[in-house]
């Protein structure tokens, strides 16, 4: 190998005039820039790399309809496991129409997009193709594509993605690599409109993005986790938001939150109104976690897969009755230890069903003589369903601000009940609510709060009313603040301890 393997993703960007770009009429390759610095650049060191990357990977989680992923783009001894868990989760047999690259500029700036329309990608494996046509098409139709090579030259964002694709992928028939700028939201969405008719099955969008830059590990793990839960809500705005808390926080050494925030953005622009999209995390680590990184300094690292259902078809979930009482048992079992020896249980998931190791959301009910004495919960689908029913079991009973702690003489009077949550879906209108059906979750900047579907039911109220006690009593923004919030809904499978009680099993 001929340098040492980077794992910064943030150069010092170079300001080009027009009169210093390559020339656009110019039909030419585009040769590795970063092999032997970023990756090996002998082809088979290269695939034993990837080979090892993959072995360590977190496999395929089985995710249907895979359309995007969020990857890192550092070097491959640093950030390559990360990203191998991302592309563990597409289809290696599938044969995508056109995969398009988006990843940030670290070395030009400029606004807009950069579209590589000169000829194709070189990589150790071999060249890529790239849908010249389909890239001349957009440059042509919009003001803020452009064909500028000078963006692309140096740039590692894309180039470092593509061996992962080579060595994932059966067959690759088109890529569309595109370089973003620097741009603001409105930029974004412009660009995000443009590329939308193409995000579909038949399709990949690979988003290069590494997370936090240069704080210490311990900090790092607080504004990655911030910026993906954010992702996670598939809302732009609050992604942005969560970029500016991160950087008001005046956190040592982070120079920002998210190197590809520009790409990310695009993203979520295509993909926040749209019903029928999942996004699903799928690993995290940073470059203190490496045999070679240190803790002082790091860069974060994120996988995520998001999934699109086809038009006519649901993404279902059950759970069966030996999955039920299997997490009422999870959940009272945990309640008990942690109470009463403040331990948590090990708990032997290869008994458990597939279902039951599904990555949901979900809130954790205790009542007590049919009142509430705790209820907690989460929506991000980022941890197997048995392990967040056992961690909000915990939570329900010690860290619900309403009440005191549980405690070991109110076991015996305490029943418990466990919702299981589907993904939010944003609305544009109340009308769009079903009363007992639908939770809603409620969102105004950094406020929020949530009321579960059985609420509705167990009140009586009207959906007014719904609204505004979850928009003053739960999100604290005033009864009418629903009116101004984003509004979200879900629905929830709801079982609880009395159906198993009197049973043998």
Request: glycine share 6%.
């Amino acid at each position: 190998m001929k340098r040492r393997l980077a794992v910064s993703s943030l150069s010092i960007v170079i300001l080009l005039t027009p009169a210093l770009l390559v020339s656009q009429n110019i039909q030419t390759d585009r040769n590795p820039a970063v092999a032997g610095q970023f990756y090996p650049d002998n082809s088979s060191e290269l695939r034993e790399m990837l080979r090892v990357m993959f072995s360590k990977a977190v496999q395929s989680k089985e995710l249907t309809n895979v359309a995007a992923i969020i990857a890192p783009h550092a070097g491959y001894v640093y950030s390559g496991v990360v990203a191998a868990s991302a592309y563990n989760q597409i289809d290696c047999s599938k044969e995508y129409e056109n995969i398009f690259i988006l990843g940030p500029s670290h070395h030009v700036g400029f606004e807009g997009a950069a579209v590589y329309n000169r000829g194709n990608f070189i990589t150790p494996f071999g060249t890529v193709h790239v849908n010249t046509t389909l890239a001349n098409s957009l440059i042509k139709k919009h003001d803020f594509f452009s064909g500028r090579t000078d963006a692309h030259q140096l740039e590692h964002s894309i180039e470092v993605q593509i061996p992962f694709l080579q060595y994932k992928l059966k067959k690759i028939a088109n890529i569309v690599p595109i370089v973003l700028g620097s741009n603001p939201p409105a930029v974004c969405k412009r660009i995000a409109e443009a590329l939308r008719p193409f995000f579909n099955t038949k399709n990949l969008f690979i988003i290069s993005t590494d997370f936090s830059h240069y704080p210490s590990a311990a900090d790092a793990r607080g504004v990655d986790k911030a910026s993906v839960d954010a992702i996670l809500s598939n809302s732009s705005k609050h992604l942005t938001e969560t970029k500016d808390k991160n950087a008001a926080k005046g956190i040592p050494d982070l120079v920002t939150s998210m190197c590809g925030e520009s790409c990310v953005l695009t993203l979520l622009c295509m993909t926040e109104d749209n019903p029928d999209v999942q996004f699903t995390h799928i690993q995290y680590m940073n470059s203190g976690d490496v045999s070679i990184g240190t803790k002082d300094r790091v860069v974060g690292y994120h996988a995520v897969a998001v999934t699109v259902k086809e038009k006519g078809r649901a993404m279902t979930f059950e759970l069966d009755k030996q999955d039920k009482h299997n997490l009422i048992d999870i959940a009272r079992t945990t309640i008990e230890e942690y109470v009463r020896h403040h331990k948590i249980p090990l708990i032997d998931d290869g008994k458990l069903s597939a279902a039951a190791k599904t990555d949901c959301g979900a809130f954790v009910t205790l009542k007590k003589e049919g009142q509430l004495r705790g209820c907690i919960g989460r929506f991000d689908a980022s941890e197997p369903l048995w392990k967040v029913v056992q961690e909000m079991a915990i939570a329900a009973s010690t860290q619900d601000y309403r009440f005191h702690p549980v405690a070991p003489e109110e076991l015996s009077t305490i029943d418990i009940e466990i919702s299981v949550l589907t993904p939010l879906r944003k609305i544009k209108s109340i009308d769009e609510i079903v009363m007992g059906r639908h939770g809603i979750y409620v969102r105004k900047g950094s406020s929020s709060g949530t009321f579960l579907p059985q609420v509705a039911t167990e009140t009586g109220w009207s959906k007014e009313e719904f609204l505004g006690h979850c928009a003053q009593d739960k999100a604290g923004i005033g009864w009418d603040g629903w009116r101004n919030a984003d509004l979200f809904v879900y629905e929830s499978l709801i079982f609880d301890e009395n159906e198993f009680k009197n049973s043998k099993h």
